[in-house]
C-alpha cells in the first residue's frame, strides 16, 4: 500500500515527525554515548577532575549533541507552526466546500475594516435547495454547493471573500465596492450559476440563486458585519417573495429596525 501510494506523499505528510523521532533517538543515544565515555574516564582517572576526561572524542560528542538539540528544536518548531496552520485552516473554512465559515469569516471581517474603507455585502441563497435534495439525494445536493462556491470563486476578485454562513446561504464581502458594483457583481454570479449545466451523475440539474446586496452606508456602525448581513437578508427575502433568480438591492426604506 506505501508502495502504492509512492514515499514522496508519505515523507509530505509524515517527513517532519519521522526527522523529529529520529532526533530525538540521536540525542538521547548521543548523550548515553558522553555519559558512557564521561563514566569510563572517570573510573580511570579516579578521581573528581572531569577535566582530565575532556579529550578529542568527548568535545566531538558534545559538538554532535548541540547540533542535535538545535536541529530538534527547530524541527519541533516547524511541527509546532506547521499543525498551527492547519488546525487555523481547518476552523476557520468549512469542511464541504472549502469557502470559509463563520469564524473565517468574521476574521477576514477584522482584516478588511483595518484595510479598507468601503465595502458591501452580498448574500447568495439557492433557490429551492431543499427540492434538488429530495429529487437527487443530499450527496449530489453536497456536489451542487461545492460547484456554487467554484463558480462564484471563478466571478470573485482576488481580495473579495466567500463564506458559507449556513445551509444553502453564503455571504460574500466586496472590500472597496460600493453597492451598485456590488449589484453588477451579483448580477454575474447570478448569471454564471443560471448557466451552468450542473452535470452529475450523467444529468443536467439546473440551479438559480437569489441574491441580496446591502452596502455600508446602510448601517450606522460601519463594523458591525452581522447587521450589515441581516440588511442583505432582507434584501434577499424581498428576491425570493418576487420570483427568486434575483439580485435585490437593500434600500433605506426596506430595512426595519432589529426586533
Ligand atoms: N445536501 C446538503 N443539503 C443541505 C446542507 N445544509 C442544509 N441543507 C439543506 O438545504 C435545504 C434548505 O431548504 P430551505 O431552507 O427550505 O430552502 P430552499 O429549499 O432552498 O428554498 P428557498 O430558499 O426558499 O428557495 C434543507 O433541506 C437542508 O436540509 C448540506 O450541507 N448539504
Avoid at 523521532?21 to 543515544?29: L, N, P, S, T, V
Avoid at 499543525?83 to 482584516?111: M, P
Wanted: glycine share 8%; aromatic share 8%; with cysteine.
Amino acid at each position: 500500500m506505501a508502495m502504492k501510494r509512492g514515499l514522496k506523499p508519505l515523507w509530505r505528510e509524515h517527513g517532519t515527525r519521522v526527522a523529529w523521532a529520529m532526533g530525538f533517538i540521536g540525542i538521547i543515544a548521543t548523550s548515553l554515548w558522553i555519559l558512557r565515555v564521561e563514566m569510563a574516564a572517570y573510573m580511570q582517572s579516579n578521581e573528581l577532575d572531569l577535566i582530565a576526561a575532556s579529550n578529542f572524542n568527548l568535545y566531538a560528542l558534545y559538538l554532535i549533541w548541540l547540533i542535535a538539540i538545535c536541529f530538534q528544536g527547530s524541527m519541533l518548531f516547524l511541527l509546532i507552526t506547521r499543525n498551527a496552520r492547519k488546525i487555523e485552516a481547518l476552523s476557520t473554512k468549512d469542511f464541504l466546500t472549502g469557502a470559509h465559515n463563520r469564524l473565517g469569516l468574521e476574521k477576514v471581517w477584522q482584516r478588511i475594516l483595518d484595510t479598507h474603507e468601503t465595502f458591501a455585502v452580498v448574500i447568495l441563497d439557492i433557490d429551492h435547495f431543499k427540492k434538488i435534495n429530495d429529487t437527487h439525494g443530499h450527496d449530489v445536493g453536497d456536489q451542487i454547493l461545492k460547484l456554487v462556491v467554484a463558480r462564484t470563486h471563478g466571478v470573485l476578485r482576488q481580495e473579495d471573500k466567500l463564506a458559507r454562513f449556513g445551509g444553502e446561504e453564503f455571504v460574500i464581502i466586496l472590500p472597496g465596492a460600493d453597492v451598485e458594483q456590488a449589484v453588477r457583481f451579483a448580477e454575474r454570479v447570478r448569471v454564471a450559476i443560471e448557466t451552468d449545466h450542473f452535470q452529475l451523475r450523467d444529468v443536467a440539474i439546473s440551479v438559480t440563486a437569489s441574491f441580496g446586496v446591502a452596502g455600508q452606508e446602510l448601517v450606522g456602525d460601519r463594523g458591525d458585519l452581522y447587521e450589515l448581513v441581516r440588511v442583505a437578508d432582507e434584501a434577499l427575502y424581498h428576491a425570493k417573495g418576487n420570483g427568486r433568480n434575483r439580485v435585490v438591492m437593500a434600500e433605506s426604506q426596506m430595512v426595519t429596525a432589529e426586533c
